[in-house]
């Protein structure tokens, strides 16, 4: 009887810390109300069935103590031991799965909330976190089930329809996510994420003005989130408006310097208005702060290449591949700096591997195809060409690539017939025409090939060996004053020796090169 009126007492105590606990709670005085918590747990008798529920509440309010003044391991220990006393509880597995979640631990986070909508089939806060969990990971088809669950059970709820949205956008599903969208905006328009996302699915679809009209709610919505500066800045890069580019970019940059994606559009911009040390600089921060991914040291290589400098090019194509070693691209592209500094095998090696990647790549081919004939190997790289030309029969650069080898080979009538296809399926292309020049003047039709060079010039007036080619054409026709004063521009070019060594060394030239002398 004894042990029965102390037992009852020290309940009774426990009890009474723990009221006061949450009354401390409701005054928002919580260091207080953790103070009840630890005395109330600390005079708790030992669990009991009748018990178990009380304790457990106990728990769980401790545990949002904690979580209140950041405490978060201690907050999901307090949880998860009201877990173990409640299984049956649905709202404390909730809370456990959000806790498990806040940690990164998302397997743990969907494991109770499976336990939590096992024990409450219509709780759909517990299928939105699942979901949010699903596509944190990538599997989306799971995740659009659970949010499905979750807007079936609260369909007024503006979240769970925002979420369904994104993983429809991941699913390439853009319009039906754009319509979760609207419905979403519909119920809480001021909703900065939700407007951002629907921007993202505008931009996928073509539609980059709608977007930028999305960013602007975000961004007027929430101005200092980087993100939603990021996206509108990507998409005026993608505009070509590159200076509203760099400001978006460098606003975001400012709110978190941290942010790699916006050092990497920053300096795609920079790059595309000739900036390359600006973009450089960029790219090179883009690649300090995420050494792991490969396409910021794939844009370091390709302005290291508008710079000239091509050892420092492969060293960055070197890390791309290290961090994406299946990336084509980037094999295509070191080959190509490989072929700069004319290490032949190493170039030719890497063509092999882009192919390997993508067989189905016909720039792959074209690109072998014209080291091969480099390297003298004709046949060679007219078989690449050919593969090339089954692969995309209505591309332009497979052909104009056809017509260089079939010139080489000094087949001009089939050399013609491939610069004519070029120029009908892409008429724009200043070096097809010249490439047609070139063969009509091998065919002796110089009045054809002055014709001919003289568009690809108007297409390209700095197309220099247009140039050079239609001075030569005219001084073929005896037309010497044309001829000077097509040469001229060249005189005044970065490569002026290049072209008077190419004049020297024809004898056709001689008197062109006297004219030229006498109107210096």
Known sequence: MVEDTITQDVATSWYQFWKQALDLVGTRRYQSALA??????????????????VLSDCYLESGMNFLEVGELARALDQVLKAERLNPDNALIHFYAASLLEMQGRSPE????????????P????????RGVCHLKQGRFEDALKDFNSAHLFQPQEALYLSNRGKVLQKLGRHQEAIADF????ALNET?????????????AMGDAERALQDYARAISLAPDEPLYLLNRGNTLEDLGRRHEAILDCSAAIALDPACSRAWNVRGIAYKQLGEYFRALDDFSQACALDRHEAMYHFNRALVFEKLDMWEDALICYGNALARNPRAATIYNNRAVAYEHLQRWSESLYDYGKALEMDHMEPLYYCNRAELLLRLGQAEAALADVDQAISISPQQARVYYCRSVIQEELRRYKEARRDIDEAIALDPHQAVYYHMRAVIFARLGHLKRAVQEAGEALR??????EARFSLAGYYARLGLWEPAVNCFKPLQRSPKADYWYDLLASNPDYDTLRRHIREGE
């Open 182 to 185: 609207d419905c979403s905006l």
């Open 191 to 203: 909703d900065a994420d939700t407007w951002n996302a629907r921007g993202v699915a505008y931009k």
């Open 459 to 464: 297409l390209d007036p700095n197309l220099e």
């Open 122 to 129: 219509r709780f759909a806060q517990a299928y939105n976190l």
């Open 36 to 53: 009840a918590c630890d005395r109330a747990l600390a005079l708790s008798p030992p669990e009991q069935p009748l018990l178990s529920e």
């Open 109 to 120: 986070a969907m494991a109770a909330c499976g336990r939590a909508v096992l024990r409450d």
